[in-house]
């Protein structure tokens, strides 16, 4: 039996139709992941994005891995517990640092895993997508 030239046509063309409906659905998904990545990246600059902050990571960087109890931080970069306490709120809040209790003291640390992600983040657009920053201008200091 030979089958019908229209009827083939037809069956290729429906089970044409689902496939690219899936295909579909995945790039939206994946617009959708790479949308909220970047808007979880964006909340996360916002937040070093005070001076204060920036100044706390960097100091929790430096003494990375132990990291350093609330008042010690404080001490360091003159800033009062109160005002203190908001920002590492913040930074908290947005994971770039990590809190433990020790007894009475929280010590906090940097979040070296979700720093290496935005750091990387960064890096793949202007270090390897179109070279607009060349890679070993900033691994290597001069």
Sequence with gaps: MVAHPVRHSIKKLLT???????CRNMEIKARAA???????YADMFAAMGAEPRLRIVRLLLAAHPEGMVVGEIGEELEIANSTLSH????LKNEDLVEVRREGTFLRYSANARALSELLGFLYAECCTRNKAVEPQSIVCCK
């Design 87 to 90: 920002h590492l709120d913040k």
């Design 34 to 40: 790479n949308e909220q990545k970047v808007s979880r």
């Design 16 to 22: 044409a139709q689902p496939y690219f409906y899936y």
